[in-house]
């Protein structure tokens, strides 16, 4: 093990009031004098928003209490999926672990901590892929950490080994999963949407970096560690990001104890993924139940507008 405290990486771009407070989260982290600290900012897309990035600047410019601090900025917009695909590659030619964070995940007080021993405890299994910090709302019992086959996006860490498997091709994904019969199992027993998510990627509808990055290592057969409580919390379903709505339904509340951390078997968790599956079909079951709800009021809008109640 190397036992070395990795760099924590975070991907910003035009939200300077959610960025303040994921620094002010992770500098409540013990580990974070003896951390460096690398930040990518994102250029705009529009000369509007060139104030807001420049407030986000200026929150790096006079900051203190890491290691070191080093900000790289663009001048022009390269988009969420360039950054971190460009980002993550080129730091880790220089370290062989990361930490990796957005704009708008806010990390607990251990976060550093169970990243970093994790980080050791997993780093020579080639099997595991990444460790990551957020957990679904999920109301039954889950254990302390378990592993789900794939990869995750909010709050998570990777070795330069295992980031090698990432694979940017969506095409090519997908043609994988296709030809293996693997969409299902992709989509959590047909709970989610990942293979629409991929073919919408591949068609220019999304952008997401996300979905090739757990396609990549679900392909591999990697896996994921997951805290049974979520040690982050994403505050971007408000509306201010570019690729987030307004939306509670993946809330949740950071875990108010520490996670224990302990070595176990490496193998995919039959219960996480069955909480998996039960709660992706429960937002499945709700969208549906909205789209029925929205559909019955513009059915009524519109017998109204032709039958109109007379008086």
Not at 254 to 264: G, K, P, T, Y
């Amino acid at each position: 093990m190397s036992n070395s405290t990795a760099p924590v990486v975070i991907f910003a771009y035009r939200r300077p009031v959610h960025t303040q407070k994921v620094v002010d989260a992770l500098l409540m982290n013990p580990e974070a004098p003896d951390t460096d600290l690398i930040v990518f900012v994102d250029g705009p897309k529009t000369p509007a928003e060139k104030q807001s990035i420049d407030e986000v600047l200026t929150i790096f410019s006079s900051l203190t209490g890491f290691a070191s601090i080093d900000v790289q900025s663009s001048r022009s917009n390269l988009g969420l999926a360039r950054s971190v695909i460009e980002g993550v590659t080129s730091v880790l030619e220089q370290h062989d672990r990361i930490i990796i964070l957005e704009d708008d995940i806010l990390v607990s007080p251990n976060f550093l901590e169970f990243m970093n021993s994790a980080l050791d405890l997993y780093e020579n299994e080639e099997a595991v892929a990444s460790i990551h910090g957020y957990i679904y709302p999920i109301e039954r019992e889950l254990p302390p950490t378990f592993f789900i086959r794939g990869a995750d996006c909010w709050g998570w860490a990777t070795w330069r080994r295992a980031w090698q498997s990432f694979n940017p091709d969506g095409r090519d994904l997908l043609r994988q999963l296709e030809h293996s019969g693997q969409t299902r199992d992709f989509d959590f027993n047909n709970s989610a949407r990942y293979t629409e998510m991929l073919r919408d990627q591949i068609a220019g509808k999304n952008d997401s970096w996300a979905v090739r990055w757990y396609a990549s290592a679900f392909l591999a057969n990697m896996l994921t560690l997951y805290p049974g409580k979520s040690i982050v919390q994403n505050i971007g379903s408000d509306g201010s990001g570019t690729h987030s709505g307004n939306s509670t339904e993946h809330d949740t509340v950071i875990a108010q104890i520490e996670v224990m951390l302990s070595r176990v078997e490496i193998r995919e968790s039959r219960d996480g993924r069955e909480a998996f599956e039960v709660f992706f079909r429960s937002l499945s079951d709700a969208f549906r139940e909205s789209r029925i709800r929205r559909l019955m009021r513009l059915v009524k809008k519109w017998w109204l507008l032709l039958f109109p109640l007379r008086s």
